[in-house]
C-alpha cells in the first residue's frame, strides 16, 4: 500500500489558463473520489469514478471541469479557462467497493493558485 | 440527502484535558459515520468509523466515538489532548437515506492545543 499520490502538490496559474492535475490511487482500490477543498471548509465533492466509469458529478463542477479515468487506474482532473474562483485544494481520494461503508483514503491534495 | 453539522469551527484545550468535538448527522436511516483528521497541507487521515455493531468505536491516536442513534450525533472524544492533536477534525456521513457511496463532510473543527 503506497497510497494515494497526487501531482503535482502545487500549482500556480494565470487566469484563462488550463490545468491538469494527475492522481493514482491504491492499486487494487476500484473506486476514485476528486474533493475540492477551500480554506475553513470541508471537502466538496466533485466527481466518482467506479472503475473507468465516471458515476457521478456534482452540480460544482461546470462544464469548464473534466475528468477521466482510463482502464480504471490513474486519473486526471482537467480546469479549462481557469477563474480566480477555482483557487482551491484539490484532493483526490479511493476505496475499495462493494458496500457504502468503505473508508476513503486521502493523497496530500494539489493546490491551485489562479492569479 | 445526508449532511453532518460540526458545531464549533474552532475548540481550544490546555494539554492534558478532555477533548470533545460534536458532530450531528441528518438521515432517517442510520448511516455510516467517519472522523477524520487533517494536518496543515496534508490530505484527511480516517480516525475512526462506525458501520453496524457496537456503537462505542475506538480509532487511532486514543480518539473514541459514540453513535447515538437517539440524538443523531457521533461527537469525538479523547480523554487527554496532546500538542500533536493539534489539526483540522472532519466529521462524515455515507449510505443513510438514500443509500450514497458518497461521502459528504462537515466544515471542520479546528482543534487548538495550549501548554
Known amino acids: 500500500d503506497t497510497g494515494v499520490s497526487q501531482d503535482p502538490r502545487h500549482k500556480i496559474t494565470k487566469r484563462g489558463q488550463n490545468v491538469t492535475f494527475r492522481c493514482d490511487p491504491i492499486s487494487e482500490h476500484n473506486r476514485l473520489y476528486w474533493y475540492r477543498q477551500t480554506l475553513g471548509q470541508g471537502p466538496e465533492f466533485l466527481t466518482y469514478?467506479?472503475?473507468?466509469?465516471?458515476?457521478?458529478k456534482s452540480r460544482l463542477l461546470s462544464d469548464r471541469f473534466s475528468a477521466e479515468r482510463p482502464k480504471g487506474s490513474f486519473s486526471t482532473l482537467e480546469i479549462q479557462r481557469t477563474e480566480q474562483g477555482d483557487s482551491a485544494m484539490y484532493l483526490c481520494?479511493?476505496?475499495?467497493?462493494?458496500?457504502?461503508?468503505?473508508?476513503?483514503?486521502f493523497g496530500n491534495g494539489t493546490r491551485l493558485t489562479v492569479t | 440527502a445526508q449532511s453532518v453539522t460540526q458545531l464549533g469551527s474552532h475548540v481550544s484545550v490546555s494539554e492534558g484535558a478532555l477533548v470533545l468535538l460534536r458532530c450531528n448527522y441528518s438521515s432517517s436511516v442510520p448511516p455510516y459515520l467517519f472522523w477524520y483528521v487533517q494536518y496543515p497541507n496534508q490530505g484527511l487521515q480516517l480516525l475512526l468509523k462506525y458501520t453496524t455493531g457496537a456503537t462505542l468505536v475506538k480509532g487511532i491516536n486514543g480518539f473514541e466515538a459514540e453513535f447515538k442513534k437517539s440524538e443523531t450525533s457521533f461527537h469525538l472524544t479523547k480523554p487527554s489532548a496532546h500538542m500533536s492533536d493539534a489539526a483540522e477534525y472532519f466529521c462524515a456521513v455515507s449510505g443513510g437515506s438514500g443509500g450514497s457511496y458518497i461521502p459528504t463532510f462537515g466544515r471542520g473543527t479546528s482543534l487548538i492545543v495550549h501548554p
Open positions: 469514478f467506479q472503475n473507468e466509469a465516471q458515476l457521478e
Open positions: 481520494a479511493s476505496s475499495l467497493g462493494p458496500g457504502v461503508g468503505s473508508p476513503l483514503h
